[in-house]
């Protein structure tokens, strides 16, 4: 994404080889910009930022617990708890996504 290109010059971690295209640069993952001399020009992007949530669909809930797990119990194991609708995991594991 073009915001994990935006890394202040003097923070720029060299990703390439001296010579290399802008479009082999992008082509292996990194980021290209040769306006600022002396920085590298091919360098390696911020890493994406995500967040693990609880998401609503219950159909798509992956079983973080067992029968009869409390509430606290599935908490502590750092999953989600919800106990509802009935034949799907009620303790079940949040899903992660890029913000």
Do not use: L
Request: hydrophobic share 20%.
């Amino acid at each position: 994404a073009k915001c994990q290109c935006k890394v202040v010059p003097r923070e720029r971690t060299n990703c390439g080889y001296p010579g290399i295209s802008a479009a082999e640069c992008k082509r292996i993952g990194c980021c290209f910009n040769a306006s600022t001399p002396s920085v590298p020009w091919c360098y390696s992007p911020k890493p994406k930022k995500v967040k693990k949530i609880c998401h609503n669909d219950p159909y798509t809930r992956i079983n973080c617990g067992h029968p009869g797990i409390k509430p606290r119990e599935c908490t502590k194991k750092g999953c989600c708890f919800r106990p509802h609708p009935a034949g799907v995991p009620w303790c079940f594991y949040r899903r992660v996504v890029e913000e």
